[in-house]
């Protein structure tokens, strides 16, 4: 018998607040933070650095994920952290008069990647929690669309407002106040998220000493590595997006590269433009109607295998334009956005197939982040060598070895066990 306590709000109303909440610190931390260094005169060696090693805790927040589990409902996570955020990003706007402003903004940003990644985790467990399969599958592509309006209106916009700030109350105080703004939104979310939310699940084991949380912690892990399948699961996982990272890695230096050098010469805003503008639009559409797609046939061996052709296949673009370098850019452009609708679109496939098959158990949200880290890391490891390959190979070869690369996703698709079909992951 599920604790769920269901709430009867919509489930569009608290995932539009929710994944906006998600999208604000990562596109403050991914973006806007190298941005604010690099005006304040920052070297270029330690903004990369130390920019990069803020983001860690998003790819390691599975190791917390356990404890999720033990204290609490996920919405109190949730308001908490939004709470927390908009605290540490008020310290930051105010850590920037201080001298030492570099240390003290890097050691909050970092406090903030913690509170984010735990906002994102207890948000995953209440999506797991209150939603059946098909309403999961359903609202996955909402999900996008909301995190991706967040990373626009508080990645460039601010950005933007911050230098116009700037022309008339200096530096400081122009990513002072763009720092506020985040403080603020945080603050505001929080409070929508503490009335709006869904419990989301209470804990499954209440624990209440430290040798029975590490009891418990154990638990979850033993509990994952015993499920059935898991070892093909995790190699399909890892061979769905062999091709897809290496590819979407190297696309943006193809296109800046010279023609001499096998590229297709575009400028830095040309490659700025069709990449995080038209290929962000329609990656989001393709990702929003993924998850009609499926909810209206189920997750099943057709529509995996529908979905892992739509976006492999795709992939073929980028060994067109590496063959002929034609010089049109505007057809190039619309080859692009066309292939990252089709990204958008396939690579849902793996977070459906972690919902259905590996996300069901005793411990939902552990197992459905111990499995995003494999996902995430699918994608980092592969993306690690493309730039050794692509330089080796030559932009045309590399791009053969792309196709080739989308052959194991294709294989695993059709052999990967599928047995929850029928399975509602929320009662």
Excluded at 2 to 10: C, L, V
Excluded at 31 to 38: E, G, Q, V, W
Excluded at 98 to 103: E, I, L, T, V
Aim: charged letters at 10%; aromatic letters at 18%.
């Amino acid at each position: 018998m599920s604790e769920i306590t269901t709430n009867k709000i919509a489930p569009l109303n608290w995932i539009s607040s929710t994944w906006i909440a998600s999208g604000i610190p990562f596109i403050a931390l991914s973006s806007t933070a190298a941005i604010m260094y690099d005006s304040l005169g920052l070297p270029d060696d330690e903004i990369a650095f130390w920019t990069s090693f803020i983001m860690l805790p998003w790819a390691l927040k599975f190791l917390w994920a356990p404890l999720l589990e033990m204290f609490m409902t996920k919405r109190y996570f949730v308001y908490v952290s939004q709470f927390f955020l908009g605290a540490l990003f008020a310290l930051v706007s105010v850590s920037l008069i201080a001298d030492s402003f570099f240390g003290l903004s890097i050691g909050l940003f970092t406090a903030i990647a913690f509170a984010a990644a735990t906002q994102d985790l207890a948000a995953d467990g209440i999506y797991i929690n209150e939603l059946n399969q098909t309403e999961q599958q359903q609202y996955m592509g909402w999900q996008v669309v909301f995190k991706n309006i967040a990373k626009v209106l508080f990645g460039p916009a601010l950005v933007a407002l911050a230098f116009v700030i700037e022309e008339s109350y200096g530096l400081k105080a122009a990513w002072m106040t763009i720092m506020m703004i985040y403080a603020l939104a945080m603050m505001l979310l929080g409070v929508i998220s503490a009335y709006n939310l869904p419990v989301g699940g209470k804990a499954v084991h209440t624990v209440e000493s430290a040798p029975e949380a590490v009891v418990i912690y154990w638990d979850v892990v033993v509990q994952f590595f015993k499920k059935q399948n898991l070892a093909i699961g995790l190699f399909f996982i890892f061979f769905y997006r062999l091709a897809e990272a290496q590819a979407i890695k190297i696309a943006p230096l193809f296109f800046t590269a010279t023609r001499i050098e096998g590229g297709l010469a575009f400028d830095q805003e040309e490659t700025n433009f069709t990449f995080n503008v038209l290929g962000v639009i329609a990656f989001v559409l393709g990702s929003f109607v993924s998850g009609y797609f499926v909810a209206a046939r189920t997750f099943n061996r057709k529509t995996l295998l529908f979905l892992c052709t739509a976006m492999n296949l795709s992939l073929i673009i980028y060994a067109y334009l590496a063959l002929f370098q034609p010089v049109d850019e505007m057809p190039i452009m619309l080859m692009v956005a066309f292939q990252h609708f089709c990204y958008g679109f396939g690579l849902l496939a793996l977070v459906f197939f972690i919902l259905q098959e590996i996300t069901p158990g005793k411990y939902r949200l552990a197992y459905f982040s111990f499995a995003s880290a494999v996902m995430y890391l699918a994608y980092i490891i592969p993306a690690m060598f493309s730039g050794l390959l692509s330089e080796y190979m030559g932009f045309y070869d590399f791009y053969i070895w792309i196709l080739i690369c989308t052959l194991p996703a294709y294989f695993m698709s059709a052999v990967v066990p599928l047995k929850n079909i029928h399975h509602a992951t929320a009662s």
